[in-house]
């Protein structure tokens, strides 16, 4: 009886770190996409140009790159839940000075902290697998990454619906994070024990600055270089510094005693793959959520198609189904993950995701259509989101978790800048007679092109991880007061030798 007492409350204490966790992951990709509805109005109310204006979404985007693998080794060396606080203390921070800002250089600064919250998901994760038993880990994995598909769509209908009327006000979208942020801060607090064995060693900084080079560098000219021109001089002089601080991270990595990432670990293959299917993922993300708003809202009167939606009604109308859709397909991710293997899942996930991205390049000229397309893409990212934390933690012990996930998360921010600027240079490419808006086919050249995307994510789901990685992830798991013993090592051998 008291044993059966004992899983019980053991199970609850689960069910709330994964609740807490996931509403806290959730705030991540809700600070990702909630301003790019409102960069035209940012605009016109501080008085700046297009191009100045973008660097609001790019600011966080930077921001990410740099600070989430740091983040993540820091979270593995001193303790997952400070550094989580303190994440979440940074992100509350800069919602509210975003949300006083009057001028674009503050609400730079503003974006720029927000951007500190990326690292919340990999610290997640990594604590899920220290607290969460084995028996329920994919579960609670697929609960938390599917927080990251429903938020990116929460992040665009919140926005539509805090800026509905005759005088908009892009301040209060911002307020709404920073309220988020405190919750999610208060709740983690409580709800959230300090977790496991902080792990020897310190912080690679020469490794971590030449990483950080490396991805601003490399997502700079991604992100600008529609307005920069993709053969300008700042451009391509941005991809090839990028190679140069590439080649400096390896070289310091391979040289240092405890470098930042195990350059090892880094290129295993399930690791290096996983990453791949990461960058694919998040490219279709971003592709899908920014092709169906700008859709809804071309004027149907003036160009022939679209469906004349108001932000409000893009959002609310055509996006919120797919976010919902996202989140309702989590636990099916993680059963199916318990059940068949992430490798198989990740593979029905870019399956799924081929169909409604097809769907939509066939069929876009009818309201329904794109929104059952848009859920059947939902479902495909949050299965793909179920799978690649378990082929993760198959693949790699627990003093490398953090690091780990933050290397995939950062994966993601690569490709839904990559889906952000391609989907934007499409739709340039080739305008109406007399009107600065795309023509029609340059919709259905984007949808392919994300399904494009999700059939890389299922060659490099079926081609790319062997069929090791289709069975349960090896968990080590740690009690948070012992010192991990020779048996669960062997495990984690094990798991990395089956490569």
């Known amino acids: 009886m008291f044993k059966h007492l004992e899983v019980l409350v053991a199970e609850s204490k689960g069910s709330l770190l994964t609740g807490v966790l996931a509403f806290a992951a959730m705030i991540v990709t809700v600070m990702q996409t909630q301003a790019v509805p409102i960069l035209g109005l940012i605009a016109t109310d501080l008085g700046v140009s297009t191009t100045s204006v973008s660097w609001v979404t790019t600011a966080t985007l930077l921001s990410a790159a740099v600070c989430t693998p740091l983040l993540g080794r820091v979270g593995d060396l001193y303790g997952k839940k400070p550094t989580l606080l303190v994440v979440l203390v940074v992100a509350a921070i800069g919602s509210v000075v975003s949300a006083l800002a009057n001028s674009l250089g503050t609400l730079l600064v503003g974006r720029t902290l927000q951007g500190v919250a990326t690292a919340i998901f990999p610290l997640a994760l990594a604590m899920l697998r220290e607290q969460v038993a084995p028996a329920r880990l994919h579960h609670a994995m697929a609960i938390v990454s599917g927080t990251l598909g429903f938020g990116g769509g929460l992040g665009l209908v919140t926005t539509g619906l805090l800026t509905k009327g005759a005088h908009p006000d892009y301040h209060v979208v911002f307020w709404f994070t920073a309220g988020l942020s405190v919750l999610a801060l208060v709740a983690a607090a409580v709800a959230v024990p300090a977790t496991g064995t902080r792990h020897p060693g310190s912080v690679d900084l020469p490794g971590a600055a030449a990483l950080g080079g490396f991805l601003v560098l490399l997502l700079l000219p991604i992100s600008q270089g529609h307005e920069w021109g993709w053969t300008s001089a700042a451009t391509l002089g941005c991809f090839a510094a990028a190679v140069v601080f590439g080649v400096a991270w390896v070289l310091i990595e391979r040289r240092v005693a405890a470098p930042l990432v195990d350059l090892a670990m880094f290129t295993h293959r399930p690791v290096l793959f996983t990453n791949l299917a990461g960058m694919f993922v998040g490219f279709a993300m971003f592709l899908l959520f920014m092709g169906i708003s700008y859709l809804a809202q071309m004027p149907r009167h003036a160009t022939g ?43 029905l996930a870019g399956l799924v995701g081929v169909a409604g991205f097809a769907w939509l390049a066939l069929a876009h000229d009818d309201t ?3 929104i059952w397309a848009g859920v059947v893409v939902g479902v495909a990212i949050s299965l793909a989101y179920a799978a690649m934390p378990a082929l993760i933690a198959a693949a790699v012990p627990h003093h490398q978790s953090g690091i780990a996930n933050g290397i995939n998360s950062i994966s993601r921010t690569v490709g839904s800048s990559l889906g952000s600027a391609i989907i934007t240079t499409l739709l340039t490419a080739k305008l109406l007679p007399r009107l600065p808006l795309p023509q029609e086919g340059q919709f259905t050249v984007a949808f392919w092109v994300g399904a494009g995307a999700c059939a890389a994510t299922l060659l490099a789901a079926l081609f790319g991880l062997r069929r090791e990685s289709a069975q349960p992830p090896v968990t080590m798991q740690e009690p948070s007061t012992l010192m991990p013993c020779p048996t669960d090592s062997s495990k984690v051998a094990a798991g990395m030798s089956g490569d």
Do not use: N, Q
């Open 368 to 370: 329904g259509s794109v």
């Open 305 to 347: 198609y679209g469906f004349e939606a108001s932000i409000l009604r893009a959002s609310v109308e055509y996006l919120l189904p797919t976010a919902l859709a996202s989140m309702a397909a989590a636990p099916l991710g993680g059963i199916l993950v318990g059940r068949i293997g992430g490798r198989l899942v990740l593979a």
